[in-house]
């Protein structure tokens, strides 16, 4: 059999992570697959530093990054690219990850040319097409041109059949963030950043936070922040460290409402290490990231997620996450409950895997060997 040719493309931070397990997985199966990575570098710095700590070098790099760009602007600079890659390496499969503006554009540069498509964490649904904003559209849309569908979960199969696939290009693989965290916690993980080591893990509460949705910037993540602000302010036990997201529009918010909190570190991305294993020693998770979202359930760490509505649902099912919304007093409540009610705390804090077995990149890269 000739061997298959792969363009991987990915462009953000969370496609890196997840994609990082599928091109170390090809790289092994190299009697079966020729593969290639094109970045868009739709994100620039928190894209490098994934390719850095999984030592990924691209054979195509567009660095469209440009702060502040539209989603037109992504949509048509990571096309215009694309359209000469494909053409360059003429693959004969190309794989997307997620929901990303990129994932969008790869999906549509790959069905212009005619080349079939392979949608890692296919099936994911909100139900509401603005929220996550533009991320549902995009899975959806993406979902329409796609041949083999990677689903992480029976759920996520689900939708797919809801909305009519053919169940036989529905593989369920689990969620490759799983494979990628399997590979980097380590109990004994000592961190370079000074702020983090200089914090008492024994006697304070930690709480981990990551905001970024395009939906929830303005009074939502108002909201957010001002919920942690009046639980850092009442809780002298609790510190509160938040590595921002690159969003000048999310920053802007977030000195605004910590503005003189001293038990609030607002600090740069974390690399993937020691974002991940500050995780494992956080005491309460919020976020309102996909990601995030899957990683602490197996990291048996309660989550608050600051969103209206979410498409993963198997944490909040299996009892490790609760959708707390953008309500300041519904977080605030949510919260206070976790710090001061010990059997909630427990009940929450069971490390579930409901996304996988830490093996979803080989599952995908055997179903590509036996359907393509
Ligand atoms: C994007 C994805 C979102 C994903 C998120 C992961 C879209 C539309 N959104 O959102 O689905 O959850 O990435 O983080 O595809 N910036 C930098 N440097 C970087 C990255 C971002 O400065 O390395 C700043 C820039 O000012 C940029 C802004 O962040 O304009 C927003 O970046 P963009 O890629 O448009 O959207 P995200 O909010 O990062
Ligand atoms: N992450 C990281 N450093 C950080 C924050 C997050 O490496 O400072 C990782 C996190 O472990 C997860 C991914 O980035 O794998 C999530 O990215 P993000 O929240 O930006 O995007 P989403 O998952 O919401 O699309």
């Not at 359209?83 to 693959?91: A, L, R, Y």
Request: with cysteine.
């Amino acid at each position: 059999m000739d061997k298959i040719k792969v363009l991987v493309i990915f462009g953000t931070r969370p496609e890196a992570v997840k994609m990082a397990p599928i091109v170390k997985a090809l790289k092994k199966n190299q009697d079966n697959f020729v593969s290639k990575i094109c970045v868009t570098a739709q994100h620039r710095d928190m894209l490098d530093q994934v390719l850095r700590i999984f030592d990924i070098e691209p054979d195509y790099d567009l660095n469209i990054f440009e702060s502040g760009q539209t989603l037109t602007q992504i949509t048509c600079r990571a096309l215009r690219g694309l359209e000469e890659v494909i053409e360059d390496f003429n693959p004969d499969l190309i794989l997307v990850q997620g929901d990303t503006t990129t994932v969008f554009s790869g999906a549509l540069a790959a069905f212009y040319h005619q080349v079939k498509i392979g949608h890692v964490e296919a099936g994911l649904r909100s139900g509401n097409l603005y929220s996550p904003y533009p991320e549902e559209a995009n899975r959806m849309m993406t979902g329409v041109l796609t041949d083999f569908h990677f689903a992480p979960t029976e759920t996520s199969k689900d939708n797919l059949l809801r909305e009519g696939y053919d169940e036989n290009k529905i593989f369920i693989t689990g969620n490759t963030s799983i494979d990628a965290l399997s590979w980097v916690i380590d109990e004994n993980y000592k961190f370079e950043e000074e702020i983090i080591n200089k914090i008492d893990f024994r006697n304070k509460k930690v709480i981990l936070l990551t905001a970024h949705r395009r939906e929830n910037i303005g009074e939502p993540m108002k909201n957010i922040f001002s919920a942690l602000k009046d639980i850092a302010k009442e809780n002298k036990d609790v510190e509160v460290i938040y590595p921002m997201h690159l969003n000048p529009k999310v920053r802007e918010i977030a000195y605004e409402v910590f503005k003189g909190m001293q038990s609030v570190h607002l600090i740069e991305p974390l690399d993937y290490l020691p974002f991940t294993n500050l995780m494992n020693k956080c005491h309460i998770v919020v976020t309102d990231s996909g990601g995030v979202q899957e990683e602490a359930p197996s990291l048996g760490k309660p989550v608050l997620v600051v969103r209206r509505e979410t498409e993963r649902p198997e944490g909040i099912e299996a009892g490790t996450a609760k959708l707390a919304g953008t309500d300041r007093a519904n977080i605030y409540n949510e919260l206070n409950i976790l710090l001061n009610d010990e059997d909630e705390y427990r009940k929450m804090a069971n490390a579930v895997n409901p996304y996988g077995d830490g093996r979803a990149a080989e599952y995908i890269i055997q179903a590509i060997k036996d359907n393509f």
